[in-house]
């Protein structure tokens, strides 16, 4: 037998990657978060008596914290529905700011090299996931979010959108450090904001396929900390394009057999064991082309898989929250069905593009 294939096979043996529990992205204390969000709801109501709760802002509002949503509630009770009312209508601009990356590019002149060659290094010059080299040096909280979160007039300042519209809590630094990500030319780039990924595992990433979920950090001696990152492959949700912007009956999330996490038959990475329509499912053939595998372990990277990453002690703190964002953002987009909703507008958007360029290269020859 080929050298090369049992030196695959010996690895694929040996070596297991570290993994941690899954967890269900949705049904953690539910029943206790869904009355909460039908006083929302009720509360909404009595100002604007139309006012439905979209499946995005459900999607939202079910992964916040029972805390989270009781200070929503009083909010809208001492304070004002419309300052509620706002944070809910922010949940649909923040995804499609973080996931429409594509829309605004970043000049090479505004990225700070020595901040991507210490990523680079932190790293190892490789891709997390593979291991494969050459990576991309790819931003957390990406440069589209944080340029067009500060020109919306509606939204005001990225830190703001983060305390109080997506519930991540923010120290005194690391606010300090949300204001440096948009405070001149070239300050997107910070070690704490990137990490390295494959070019193809970056653009999954873009599209809301995969997100890491923050687990805890242990400090070297050497002035730098590992933080343990676990890979989640997302759901991919067949409910019709736009449905996520929809309203969403509560009384049916009430249901096991009509909430929404009774429609997760099919996540990114693998083949449905729950799947109804055997072989031949368009679905399961779309999830099990998006995959990757370690070059190492020679084992496909899965949910639940876990990897280390290297990060001064210092920029930790400022680290994980970019992480929490990510998580909470890309949960909420997948799970909705909104992430699906983009990747069709921006293909829709680029075939219109392409017959628009077809045709005026047309009449120029004509």
Known sequence: MDPQILEAVSAYLEEYPDEASRQALLDFEYTTRLELIEEIRRDQSRGSPEFEITRLQFCFLIRKSVSGLQVLVRLGRECSIFVVKMQLNSFRAVVDYYLG????SQDASDRN????KACL???DGACLMTGT????VCQILPFTLCKKVTEDDYLGSVELVIEYCLGCPLSDDTRAALLCLTDKPRSYDRAWNLICLSPTLQDWWGRGYFAFKFLGAI???????????QFVWMPRVEHGQGRALEPISLNAQRDDHTRISANLTHHYGERSQSCLMGPDCPTCACTERVNAHNVYTHRPVKTGSVFQVTRLTGDIAKFQRMIEIQWTIICAAALSGRAQDIEAEEAQQATQDAAKTLELIEKLIL
Do not use: F, Y
């Not at 090299?113 to 991507?116: L, N």
């Open 219 to 229: 400090p070297n001696d050497d002035g730098t900390s590992t933080a343990k990152l």
């Open 113 to 116: 090299d020595t901040q991507r």
């Open 121 to 123: 290094t932190l790293d």
């Open 101 to 104: 990356r594509g829309e605004v």
């Open 133 to 136: 080299p050459h990576p991309n």
